[in-house]
């Protein structure tokens, strides 16, 4: 593997782990708002995260590469609303979804087979992501504010 693949995937890595630090904030602020349901969900989405983060992990010392760390940044603690956390976490989605196609890219031009083929379970993962974000954002717009609506979404996503 190139040195040029390896930073990408490296990067990859981090911005996992950075992800599952994003959606734990978000997983702590409908807790202060006293949606556990939402907050579950988004605590088991942080925890996916951390596990996308170990495939690259793995993936990169199977390759003899060397896994690098890098400092996080600190994610948005406060939200406006619900549905301005979930539109947060589509936006995120969408931009893992562009680092994965780049990953992608860059694997195909440094003809790396074995991470193309790696890449491809993220690239049919991230369709179910955002999906998964779209779903949740369409029931929030539909209910507003209304009390019992959002009862309903926070213990469907409770079940998680």
């Given at each position: 593997?190139?040195?040029?693949?390896?930073?990408a995937l490296n990067d990859?890595?981090?911005?996992?782990?950075?992800?599952?630090?994003?959606?734990?904030?978000?997983?702590?602020?409908?807790?202060?708002?006293?949606?556990?349901?939402?907050?579950?969900?988004?605590?088991?989405?942080?925890?996916?995260?951390?596990?996308?983060?170990?495939?690259?992990?793995?993936?990169?010392?199977?390759?003899?590469?060397?896994?690098?760390?890098?400092?996080?940044?600190?994610?948005?603690?406060?939200?406006g609303s619900f549905l301005?956390?979930?539109?947060?976490?589509?936006?995120?989605?969408?931009?893992?979804?562009?680092?994965?196609?780049?990953?992608?890219?860059?694997?195909?031009?440094?003809?790396?087979?074995?991470?193309?083929?790696?890449?491809?379970?993220?690239?049919?993962?991230?369709?179910?992501?955002?999906?998964?974000?779209?779903?949740?954002?369409?029931?929030?717009?539909?209910?507003?504010?209304?009390?019992?609506?959002?009862?309903?979404?926070?213990?469907?996503?409770?079940?998680?």
């Open positions: 593997m190139n040195e040029k693949l390896l930073a990859q890595f981090n911005f996992e782990l950075l992800s599952g630090y994003y959606y734990l904030a978000m997983a702590a602020y409908c807790e202060s708002e006293n949606m556990r349901g939402m907050s579950h969900f988004l605590v088991e989405q942080a925890k996916e995260e951390y596990e996308h983060a170990m495939k690259f992990y793995g993936f990169i010392n199977d390759m003899d590469g060397r896994v690098t760390m890098k400092s996080m940044t600190e994610p948005k603690n406060d939200y301005e956390v979930f539109e947060a976490a589509l936006e995120h989605e969408k931009l893992v979804t562009s680092r994965i196609y780049n990953l992608v890219d860059i694997a195909t031009e440094e003809k790396c087979y074995p991470a193309i083929q790696f890449l491809q379970w993220f690239v049919e993962e991230q369709v179910e992501e955002e999906n998964n974000m779209k779903d949740i954002i369409f029931k929030l717009k539909g209910v507003q504010h209304h009390f019992h609506g959002l009862m309903m979404i926070d213990k469907e996503l409770g079940a998680r």
